[in-house]
């Protein structure tokens, strides 16, 4: 994945996060993970953000209870695809746990320069309660899955 200089208007809507309750999808034939995260699936095109991580990380989600977002699980419980609630929102997915925060907003890329209609997710991770404690603040562009740092569940 090619990485990109976050753009100020990503960088505001970190501060601006809304959205829905932590929900994981239940998954259909037409909308799952795969349907959005395989490149022969249906929804991959569409804005969304693949990501991989320990199985405890993910149980770690649900148990906190705290997060804002939208998403579908994979069958073996190790990756999941966060799902946009309104492309044109400024609102951010937020995963949090008891130690780290997470903000995370599709976008996709306008400039002529790049290639046209590339997507991108916009990654930050913080200390939980302490957003000016960042630990990683990155653009991901293409649509591979995102290895999660495992710091996040180590």
């Known amino acids: ?34 349907t959005y995260c395989d490149p022969k699936g249906a929804e991959y095109n569409k804005l969304h953000a693949c990501f991989v991580a320990d199985p405890a990380y993910i149980k770690n989600l649900e148990f906190f209870g705290k997060s804002l977002f939208q998403g579908y699980l994979s069958r073996d419980q190790k990756k999941f695809v966060l799902l946009e609630n309104d492309q044109n929102s400024k609102s951010l997915s937020l995963l949090l746990t008891k130690q780290y925060s997470i903000a995370v907003k599709t976008w996709q890329v306008i400039n002529p320069i790049d290639k046209p209609a590339e997507k991108c997710v916009f990654v930050r991770i913080s200390n939980a309660g302490h957003p000016n404690e960042v630990r990683l603040r990155q653009n991901f562009c293409g649509l591979d899955p995102i290895s999660l740092p495992d710091m996040l569940w180590r």
């Open 1 to 34: 994945m090619k990485l990109k200089t976050a753009l100020l208007p990503l960088a505001m809507a970190v501060a601006m996060a809304g959205g829905v309750a932590a929900d994981w999808l239940e998954p259909t034939a037409d909308r799952n993970y795969e």
